[in-house]
């Protein structure tokens, strides 16, 4: 199993066009046949700070994932404008 830890902050005014995307991304996401896990989160205080929590079956299905065309649409072209990516880090799970 891979797990991703994604962290991003939504600019200015633009928090909840930013949740609207996380949440409809972690629906297409959870029907990816290698994904285990895809959990969308928003820091109780800093309203504009989200952390995506996101386990995959192996390395491939990870990759799959950033082939999907709803990856490309709302992760490559409607986040940027809007959010900056802060940190993205891999975990391999303990046993």
């Known amino acids: 199993m891979v797990v991703l830890v994604v962290t991003w902050m939504a600019l200015k005014d633009h928090e909840d066009e930013v949740a609207s995307i996380f949440s409809?991304?972690?629906g297409e996401a959870r029907?990816?046949?290698g994904c285990v896990m895809f959990v969308p989160q928003r820091h109780k205080t800093n309203r504009g700070r989200f952390l995506i929590y996101?386990?995959?079956r192996d390395e491939a299905?990870?990759?799959a994932h950033r082939a999907t065309p709803h990856f490309k649409d709302y992760v490559m072209?409607?986040?940027p404008p809007i959010a900056?990516?802060?940190e993205g880090e891999l975990y391999d799970p303990l046993p």
């Open 54 to 56: 996101e386990q995959y």
């Open 61 to 63: 299905a990870l990759e």
């Open 31 to 33: 029907k990816e046949p």
């Open 24 to 26: 409809k991304l972690a």
């Open 84 to 86: 900056v990516r802060v």
């Open 77 to 79: 072209k409607r986040l």
